[in-house]
């Protein structure tokens, strides 16, 4: 799966999320229960150590967010050409495995949990990650920023890393079908 259409409003943004946690959970529950077992093709990472990894992703990218909404300064918003150029640059880079990279020190999967507490990790990041935006309008969104680390991928909107929260799943969703078939 990945999104073909561009997310024009806040709650097709959560749908975004809503989608990819979904699919990323399928995935996984389909995946053989070997946490120890490690993947191919590049991708040495247990399941466990997929869903620990994107809890800390999304840890991250939530205090990132609460501390820009939280701040007063506010940007210019992006006009609507540059957003969607913003979210095909997220749809390129971050939801294909075309290009693969190696995550930040601060988010690779260290001393992961197994597999039942790093779903239960990842269900409890979203909803930090919800909760940290539940009183922000769409605007709100559109108005702050910050990097992501890849440079690669540049400064994002709030709406944004959104986005990469949710394509991010699905990149790792591609990993997780990626260990099944080898």
Not at 137 to 158: M, W
Not at 163 to 180: G, P
């Amino acid at each position: 799966m990945t999104f073909e259409q561009y997310p024009t409003t806040l709650e097709a943004r959560l749908e975004e999320l809503r989608e990819a946690r979904a699919e990323l959970i399928q995935a996984a529950v389909l995946a053989p229960q070997d946490d120890a077992r490690t993947g191919t093709l590049g991708a040495p990472w247990s399941i466990a150590e997929i869903f620990f990894h994107l809890h800390l992703a999304e840890i991250r990218t939530t205090k990132g967010l609460k501390r820009a909404l939280e701040s007063p300064a506010r940007n210019t918003a992006a006009d609507e050409a540059a957003l969607r150029t913003e979210w095909e640059r997220v749809r390129v880079l971050v939801g294909t495995r075309a290009v693969k990279v190696k995550a930040p020190p601060r988010v690779e999967p260290l001393n992961a949990p197994a597999r039942a507490e790093a779903i239960r990790l990842i269900e409890q990041s979203r909803q930090e990650l919800l909760a940290a935006i539940q009183s922000a309008s769409y605007q709100d969104l559109l108005s702050v920023s910050l990097p992501h680390p890849l440079e690669a991928i540049g400064t994002l909107t709030g709406a944004g890393w959104l986005s990469v929260t949710a394509f991010h799943d699905l990149r790792h969703v591609q990993q997780i079908h990626e260990m099944i078939r080898s």
